[in-house]
């Protein structure tokens, strides 16, 4: 089985190396790397990594999925989601958007893990509450590759009352906000220094320096990477101040 996921905040790259390293598998890669598209092309089993956004894919996975939907007609696929706290169906979705491509959905995985919104207060957790869920998040994908490896994959978020608690929890009121870009992405000038992380970083290239400052165009898909790495707390998107970055991911590589 081969992995390629998307990871805003590294919660979901964590967990899809966990998988693919229990498995024995190749990958994972991210789908930022042009290698991806080649290990989906020549795999017959596929693993698919994404953070829930409103209970539905990012739109960078999506559209990259729909730009090159031939490629994933007769594939096995393993969706594996994350999540701040609840997904009605967040592998289910991304089931239904690969089958519509011809590809074979063979099972699926919600993970709980460190909330990447770092400018809202909700779902704020300690730093030592952040190790746990990570902790059992990696011992959960434990379970599910030694079930994927007898054949007999987990199924979670796949049937239809998943579906409705997906839709009816989240997508009836956000399904837009994943589909379209937002220009909402905030960098305070006063507090930014110009290191130029969040460019680096920003998988939609949508962050430029200017003047020695960042600053943000029109395309960003809400992905938070920018937000949760900057070193000043500059970056803000869907609330006003920072919170607490997701920063657990260093430490995760202990766990
Ligand atoms: C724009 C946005 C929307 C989100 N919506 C949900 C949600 O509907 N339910 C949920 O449990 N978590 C939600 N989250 C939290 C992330 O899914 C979760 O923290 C995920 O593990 C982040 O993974 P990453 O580090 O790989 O990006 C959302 C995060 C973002 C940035």
Known sequence: ????????????????ERLIQEI??????????????????????????YPVQYSNIPK?????ILDHRDIWAGKRVFVLATMGLFSGDGAGVLARLLERQGA???????????????????????????????AEAAEKVRKAAAQIR???????????????????GQRLHFSQRTRR???????????????????????MHNISMRSGKAAAGGRCTMCYRCANLCPRQAVTLLGRRVIKQNRALDSRQTV
């Open 1 to 16: 089985m081969t992995g390629i996921y998307f990871s805003g905040t590294g919660n979901t790259r964590f967990c899809m």
């Open 181 to 203: 870009y937002t220009d909402r992405l905030k960098i305070d000038a006063d507090r930014c220094v110009g290191c130029g992380l969040c460019e680096r970083a920003c998988p």
């Open 24 to 49: 024995g598998g190749e990958g994972p890669y991210s789908i930022e790397d042009r290698a991806a598209l080649d290990a989906v092309r020549r795999s017959r089993e596929i693993a698919v990594g």
């Open 104 to 134: 074979f959905v063979i099972g699926g995985l919600h993970l709980k893990m460190p909330d990447s919104i770092c400018d809202v207060k909700v779902l704020k957790r300690t730093d030592e509450k952040d190790r746990i869920l990570a």
């Open 60 to 64: 960078i996975l999506r559209d990259n």
């Open 150 to 168: 007898s054949g007999s994959p987990p199924r979670e978020g796949l049937g239809p009352l998943s579906h409705l608690a997906g839709l009816l």
